[in-house]
C-alpha cells in the first residue's frame, strides 16, 4: 500500500531555506538549516538530483527554480544554490559576505521566533564560530548578539561592485545560461 507524505517537495524545502538565508548558500547549510528551522527531509543528495532534475527542465507552470550560484565570469559556482528568481547581483556568490549575511538572517529569523530548540542552537552554535568574536556573542546563547556580531564583522567586509561587464554579459545569455551559468573552458596547457 503505497504511503502518502504530507511533507514538501525537496525542491520546496530548499525554496524555503533560501529564502529565509537570501544569499547563495552551500548546499550544506541549505540542510543544515532546514534541518534545525523546519520539517521535512532534505539531504545533499537530494539536493544534488534536484540540481540535475533542474537543469534538464522545469515543471510545467513553475515559477521558480533552484540553480547553481554564479562566478563573476557567469560560471555555475559548484556547491552553491540560488533561486532563479533572484536578479543577476543576488546570484553572484561573494562568499565571506554571503556567509556573514546568512548568519545574520539565520540568527534573527531564530531570535524572532523566540524558541530556540536543541536543533536551532546546535545551528547556531556551529554558524558562531564563522563570525569574528561569534563563539563570545553566542556564550548567552543570543541570536540576537549573534547577529550583531556578524552584522559588525559583514561591515568590514568589502563591498565589491557587479562590474558591467557582467551585467551586459548576462542579458545576452540565453534562458538555460542565465539560470545555470556559462560551460566552464578546460584549462589550457602552456608551452612545454
Known amino acids: 500500500m503505497p504511503s502518502l507524505s504530507t511533507l514538501p517537495s525537496s525542491r520546496e524545502q530548499a525554496r524555503r531555506v533560501l529564502l529565509l538565508i537570501g544569499v547563495p ?11 534545525a528551522l523546519f520539517d521535512g527531509d532534505l539531504t ?5 538530483a534536484l540540481l ?5 527542465g522545469h515543471p510545467a507552470g513553475a515559477a521558480y527554480r533552484i540553480c547553481p550560484a554564479l562566478q563573476p565570469d557567469l560560471t555555475a559556482a559548484r556547491g552553491l544554490l540560488t533561486l532563479s528568481t533572484w536578479p543577476v547581483e543576488g546570484r553572484i556568490a561573494r562568499p565571506p559576505r554571503d556567509l556573514l549575511t546568512a548568519i545574520v538572517r539565520i540568527a534573527e529569523f531564530i531570535a524572532m521566533r523566540d524558541a530556540a530548540g536543541a ?3 546546535t545551528l547556531l552554535r556551529g554558524l558562531a564560530d564563522e563570525v569574528p568574536g561569534g563563539p563570545e ?17 559583514l561591515a568590514d567586509v568589502p563591498v565589491a ?11 545576452g545569455l540565453d534562458e538555460q545560461q542565465q539560470l545555470f551559468g556559462l560551460p566552464r573552458v578546460p584549462r589550457q596547457r602552456g608551452p612545454a
Open 119 to 121: 536543533a536551532a542552537a
Open 52 to 56: 540535475r532534475e533542474e537543469k534538464r
Open 161 to 171: 561592485a557587479l562590474p558591467v561587464e557582467t551585467t551586459r554579459r548576462w542579458t
Open 25 to 35: 548558500a552551500p548546499l550544506r547549510l541549505v540542510v543544515e538549516v532546514h534541518g
Open 137 to 153: 556573542a553566542y556564550a548567552v546563547h543570543d541570536p540576537a548578539a549573534l547577529a550583531d556580531a556578524a552584522r559588525a564583522a
Open 44 to 48: 545533499v543528495a537530494a539536493l544534488v
